[in-house]
């Protein structure tokens, strides 16, 4: 049973969330994410979900421990975190979507005491995409509130039944089990914009329920890099 909190969120392209926490309760978070917390507050870190869980979030590229923040006062106190870049915040009811989510390595941010986080999936893609580091998801599991984080602007979509969508992979924050996915290669004239390894997109099939982001971290890291390199100048 996942602990019942309240949460605020503050701020427009780069949000920080404000969890306010009744004695005994708590949350648990990725590492280095935490901004701020009040008198009360007690952080531990720990391998959450055993240490097989552990080793699995480690050989993708995750945190081997997850820090969990617990009020051990008497009284309510806030412990706040803050996105890695740019984006929005989005809250979920695990029970509202049937108790479980698929997401996108680094997406998620926090969640409620007793949400199970562990690694659902893994495929490399290639140099190219994602740091070397492939597609990974993680699996969140209960009945509380969970927190994910999307670059850029989010989109929410509803698949009927045998709908389909086919979505760049970067693009994919997550969506329900009930999904479908496929992973597939898309060769041709642009293998050159793409170091030469092509397009990954994700063909996604309803029924179920689909988060998407406009700006995938992978992207920007790709702009912020093009513009350090300009015709004519060489970079020191």
Known sequence: MSHTIDY???????????????PDEGVQAEIGSMMYMEEGIKMNTRVEGGIFSGLKRLVTGENFFVSTFENKG??????????????????????????ALLCQKDSFLCAARGIDVDIAFTKRLGSGFFGGEGFVLQ???????????????IIKKELGRKEELRV???????????VDYKIKFVGGFRNALFGREGVYLTELEGPGTVYLQSLPFSRLVDRIFATQILPGKTNE
């Open 8 to 22: 605020q969120i503050y701020g427009d392209d780069l949000q920080v969330i404000e969890i306010l926490l009744d």
């Open 74 to 99: 008497r009284s309510q106190a806030k412990v706040a975190f803050a996105a890695p870049y740019p984006g929005k915040i989005v809250a979920l009811n695990l029970q509202d979507l049937g108790g």
């Open 139 to 153: 699996k969140l599991e209960g009945d509380g509130l969970a927190f994910i984080h999307a670059g850029g602007t």
């Open 168 to 178: 760049d992979t970067g693009c994919v924050v997550g969506f329900t089990p009930d």
